[in-house]
């Protein structure tokens, strides 16, 4: 989470629940380096990957967030690899060069994680059947 001031909260990946449905919580907003991108992503597979196959419902927040191809790189070989763990997953806040980041990650991974303007209509698609 960013403050006001763009102060980034150190908020790791983590369960949650919302009307009794658990999901992830992968908060990107904020993060521009490399580095910070990579450790957040490794942070949220890990998670991820000791969950049975089509069992995480994940919640991603991207305000903020800056990203290069290196960092990308990652991101796509990581996500392809917990892909089979993945049922639904939403996307907030992606928004200029990030969307188009974004479509290259779901063309490569095959993702089916669906973008969102507003926190609600996210969590009301991402908890539903």
Do not use: C
């Not at 790791?12 to 991108?37: A, C, M, R």
């Not at 994680?113 to 059947?129: C, G, H, P, R, S």
Request: charged fraction near 25%; proline fraction near 3%; aromatic fraction near 10%.
């Amino acid at each position: 989470m960013v403050l006001a001031n763009n102060t980034r909260l150190n908020v790791d990946p983590v369960w949650k629940h919302y009307e009794n449905v658990e999901y992830i919580e992968i908060d990107f907003s904020g993060l521009t380096t490399d580095d910070e991108i990579i450790d957040y992503v490794l942070k949220a597979v890990d998670l991820g990957m000791r969950r049975p196959d089509k069992s995480i419902r994940a919640f991603v927040y991207a305000y903020q967030m800056k990203t290069s191809p290196r960092a990308m790189r990652t991101i796509k070989m990581l996500g392809k690899q917990v892909q089979p763990k993945m049922k639904k997953s939403v996307i907030v806040g992606a928004s200029g060069i990030l969307s188009l980041l974004m479509k290259i990650y779901i063309s490569y991974t095959k993702s089916n994680i669906k973008y969102f303007t507003d926190k609600e209509t996210a969590m009301k698609y991402l908890i539903n059947d």
